[in-house]
């Protein structure tokens, strides 16, 4: 079975993770940016059995624009998110796909908030686009 390692940026935080993702999605919020730096954030979902945590953790919980609570666990040297989860989705860990640190992590198959989509941003491949 597949095994991959997901860490912060100082790599005093892990999540291994065993076998394929069952859902890699692309999100444009504002949350999503904020969090990732970045213009868009990608996260893969693994069953949260498949997952294990290692390393000092620190959580808080943010309730997005949707009404949707999520808690994100992420390193207290770095700072660097490496697991959150929806509340009600407890069976399903997003992992950060930028943690992987993988160029051939498995391509997004959903890309949602496209209507929060930077304007010189595209995602390219066949995928469920969602507003
Ligand atoms: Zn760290
Ligand atoms: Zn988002």
């Known amino acids: 079975m597949t095994q991959r390692i997901a860490s912060c940026i100082c790599g005093q935080l892990s999540a291994r993770v065993d076998g394929e993702p069952v859902r890699v999605s692309v999100c444009h919020c504002l949350n999503c940016k904020r969090r990732s730096g970045s213009a868009f954030a990608v996260q893969a979902r693994f069953p949260a059995d498949r997952v294990q945590m290692s390393g000092e953790a620190r959580t808080f919980d943010l309730t ?10 992420f390193c207290p040297t770095c700072s660097g998110t490496v697991a959150f989860v929806n509340a009600g989705m407890e069976d399903l860990i997003a992992i950060p796909v930028g943690a992987f640190a993988e160029v051939d992590f498995p391509a997004p198959g959903v890309e949602v908030y ?12 066949d995928m469920e686009r969602w507003d």
Do not use: H, M, N
Request: hydrophobic share 35%; charged share 25%; with cysteine.
């Open 114 to 125: 496209a209507e929060r989509k930077c304007g010189w941003v595209e995602v390219v491949g």
């Open 64 to 73: 997005g624009d949707s009404g949707g609570v999520a808690t994100f666990t």
